[in-house]
């Protein structure tokens, strides 16, 4: 068995992976640039834009793997920190609710100011900002015990713009950064999605957990082709062999197989035959040979119709890293 802590604080001190905690619809994003000043310990890292702490239990299960993420040669590579359900969940508040001072924030001069929870019922993730601005904190009371969405107080929450802090059963992720306004983009690097129509959502049917597991966490490691946002770079070669390891300790042996077995025959010059029509198995073979295509050349045309998904079997093209 993988130690998801060592695997945890080794992702932790690479600056080219990405996190993320929270479900579709209701998610904090962390992330930094390389020359980017950094506090913290293993467990921990802190910029001015954000931080994140990763504190997994010993039931915790890591589980890497990889999905087609949209058209042509694009991937997704993740580790998801995995938690039986009854594990996972939190509070699950339906309402606004106001928690007290944030005694654990990830800096010393936040501890004071107070978290309020904004009730949208995320069984895994407790969604909160974080302020000491009074004004605001009168809101809050004004509508405290109601359903955020039946409140006028989401609009000043952009405006004001207070810190979110999402916290888990494996940790917690605080953004610093301006929350952008109705038009605007979430900014590079820290930032959360709050996308109501999505919370509920589950997996997709290409990502390989557990019956009875939940995803509580994502680490995204170095991609061979993409940064941490996404932003195309020159294929890495090194980087593809680095995830193929993290695959070898904390992937699914089958699948892994399945990879090796298809990189051998294609490479053999041997058509497909008997390959898996399962989604997570049809997602394994669909990125072997576009990474494939990135290493050997043009996907063979007996094996094209594998590499080539339809679109319920993609991830969305913006997924963190799909390089």
């Given amino acids: 068995m993988v130690d998801a802590q060592e695997l945890g604080r080794e992702l932790l001190g690479d600056p080219a992976t990405g996190w993320s905690m ?6 904090a994003e962390f992330a930094r640039d390389p020359g980017e000043v950094v506090d913290g310990d293993g467990s921990t890292v802190v910029t001015a834009r954000g931080g994140i702490r990763l504190e997994p239990p010993p ?3 890591p589980v890497a793997y990889e999905t087609p993420a949209g058209s042509g040669l694009h991937w997704t590579q993740a580790v998801a920190f995995c938690l039986p359900h009854a594990e996972a969940r939190r ?12 005694a654990d924030a990830l800096r010393a001069d936040d501890r004071g100011a107070v978290l309020v929870d904004l009730g949208l019922g995320t069984p895994t993730v407790d969604a909160c900002v974080r302020t000491d601005d009074a004004e605001l904190l009168a809101l809050v009371g004004a509508h405290a015990g109601q359903p955020l969405f ?13 810190h979110r802090v999402f916290l888990t059963a494996v940790g917690r992720v605080e953004v610093y950064a301006p929350i952008p306004g109705p038009d605007g983009r ?13 919370i509920g959502r589950g997996p997709a049917p290409t990502v390989p957990i557990r019956a009875g597991q939940v995803a509580v966490a994502h680490a995204y490691p170095a991609h061979p082709a993409a940064d941490h946002l996404g932003r195309p770079h020159p294929f890495d070669a090194d980087r593809l062999a680095e995830f193929d390891a993290v695959l070898d300790v904390a992937g699914d042996p089958l699948l892994r197989a399945l990879k090796e077995s298809v990189r051998d ?35 063979p045309d ?22």
Avoid: F, K
């Fill in 22 to 27: 929270g479900p579709p619809g209701a998610i």
């Fill in 59 to 61: 039931t915790v299960l």
């Fill in 91 to 102: 509070a699950g508040r339906t309402t606004v609710t106001q928690l007290g001072p944030d």
């Fill in 150 to 162: 039946a409140t006028s107080l989401g609009a000043e929450l952009v405006a004001r713009s207070p």
């Fill in 186 to 198: 979430s900014p590079l690097g820290p930032h959360t999605h709050l996308l109501p129509h999505l």
């Fill in 265 to 299: 025959a294609v490479r053999a010059g041997r058509v497909p035959v008997d390959l898996p029509e399962d989604p997570v198995g049809r997602a394994v073979v669909a990125v072997t040979l576009r990474q494939l295509a990135r290493t050997d050349g043009p996907t």
């Fill in 302 to 323: 007996a094996w094209r119709p594998h590499r080539d998904l339809p679109a319920e079997l993609l991830d969305p093209a913006g997924d963190p890293n799909a390089g």
